[in-house]
């Protein structure tokens, strides 16, 4: 498989250098319903004066309702509505970019939540099976050696 594109970060507008730098100082910010990419803007100024040169964002794309964490990404290529609009982040880019500061944005494809029905491309997959177009990104083992179930998905939920 090769490099995945992210709808997301596709058009951020001429303004906008994506050129890569070393961070020297980083500071994490946890996105969620309670700490939101409106709320982060006014804290640039003041981690600005910290010496913080890029902040470290946990995952913002949807995710599971009520996600506190953003690993359980439901679709790569949307804004959690919980966390802000487009327009919202665009803010924060432009905010950070007037202190100088980077974003490093954590996000880990193969953390998508499959727990819920908010997962279109997983509820594809569960559907179609090895057919679906997003079958591919998932790690299934469809030619398992368990008698019954070859091309079968085994799906282990934790409570």
């Known amino acids: 498989m090769g490099p995945v594109s992210c709808e997301v970060f596709e058009d951020l ?3 906008h250098s994506m050129a890569p730098s070393i961070p020297r100082a980083t500071y994490r910010w946890q996105f ?6 409106r709320q982060a803007i006014p804290l640039v100024k003041y981690l600005d004066q910290l ?5 470290y964002a ?9 996600t506190t ?4 990404v439901s679709n790569p290529n949307e804004f959690n509505a919980e966390i802000g609009t487009r327009a919202d982040f665009e803010e924060l880019v432009a905010e950070l970019d007037r202190h100088a500061m980077g ?3 954590d996000f880990v ?3 998508m939540g499959i727990g819920d029905a908010t997962n279109d491309w997983w509820m594809d997959v569960l559907e179609h099976g090895q057919a679906s177009p997003y079958a591919h990104f998932f790690e ?4 398992t050696l368990k008698p019954g179930r070859k091309g079968k998905v085994l799906y282990p939920i934790l409570a």
């Open 58 to 66: 946990s995952p913002f794309f949807r995710a599971n309702p009520g």
């Open 69 to 72: 964490h953003g690993y359980d």
């Open 13 to 15: 507008g001429p303004d």
């Open 51 to 55: 010496g913080i040169s890029h902040v």
């Open 32 to 37: 969620h319903a309670g700490f939101t990419f």
């Open 109 to 111: 494809p193969n953390h």
């Open 103 to 105: 974003l490093v944005v």
């Open 140 to 143: 299934i083992e469809w030619d």
